[in-house]
């Protein structure tokens, strides 16, 4: 028997995962995602990934970013090294992809920001 924290909704149920004739029983859910969610960690467990990626630009020196989608958890360490390589030298803004299909997991890395489409320098003269 396994046992995991759900995380399918802000309920956080204990969910008990049994295999029985290829087959898995859930119990302790308190909702169906709970289901779906623990057969998932069983059969193909993914995580997202939120990060920075360096930058070329004085104002905004780090961006944030995330996974468009949840990526399987044995390729964090690879994802996350591909983040690492990454230096930004144009403008992005939120939602636009940092790295395309990385991978080739079909998912891509994208802003979470829209600081570098700002007029950063602006707002920063307006300030003093």
Known sequence: MKEFSCIG???????HVEEENGEFIVTGNSCPRGKEFAISEMTAPKRTICSVVKTVFEGV??????????IPKEKIF?????????????????GDAVIENVLGLGVDV????????????ALTEERR
């Open 9 to 15: 909704c802000p309920r956080g149920c204990l969910l």
């Open 78 to 94: 690879d994802v996350m090294r591909e983040i690492n390589s990454v230096l930004l030298t144009e403008r992005i803004g939120r």
């Open 61 to 70: 020196p780090v961006l944030p970013v995330r996974v468009s989608e949840d």
């Open 110 to 121: 994208i802003s979470t920001s829209d600081l570098l489409k700002q007029n950063i320098y």
